[in-house]
């Protein structure tokens, strides 16, 4: 997984210099017939939140699904920043809805 992801950044910044500093990736099993999901959430730096109690966005998420169990990913063009109310733009203007389906 971790050679993926370092491909998933030369793909993205090429050899180019770029603030990006780490990464990180996690897994996730469910189980077929049990609750399904991660519920809503907006991916963030997770150390930071913890450190600074400030949220800060990824540049490049990726969602990988190696089976085709589970609940679809939605993803919105918005940010959050600090606060309920801080959210860029207030209100989506696009969305992208990916079901579950095998190396999607």
């Given at each position: 997984?971790?050679?993926?992801?370092?491909?998933?950044?030369?793909?993205?910044?090429?050899?180019?210099?770029?603030p990006v500093?780490?990464?990180?990736?996690?897994?996730?099993?469910?189980?077929?017939?049990?609750?399904?999901?991660?519920?809503?959430?907006?991916?963030?730096?997770?150390?930071?939140?913890?450190?600074?109690?400030?949220i800060r966005?990824?540049?490049?998420?990726?969602?990988?699904?190696?089976?085709?169990?589970?609940?679809?990913?939605?993803?919105?063009n918005q940010?959050?920043?600090?606060?309920?109310?801080?959210?860029?733009?207030?209100?989506?203007?696009?969305?992208?809805?990916?079901?579950?389906?095998?190396?999607?």
């Open positions: 997984l971790e050679a993926c992801v370092q491909r998933l950044h030369l793909l993205v910044f090429g050899d180019e210099p770029t500093v780490g990464g990180e990736w996690w897994l996730r099993a469910e189980e077929a017939s049990g609750r399904q999901g991660l519920g809503f959430h907006f991916d963030k730096d997770e150390s930071r939140m913890v450190r600074r109690q400030t966005n990824p540049e490049v998420s990726t969602v990988t699904y190696l089976t085709s169990v589970g609940a679809p990913t939605l993803v919105l940010t959050i920043g600090d606060g309920a109310d801080a959210m860029h733009p207030r209100l989506a203007s696009a969305a992208l809805l990916a079901h579950p389906r095998q190396n999607r």
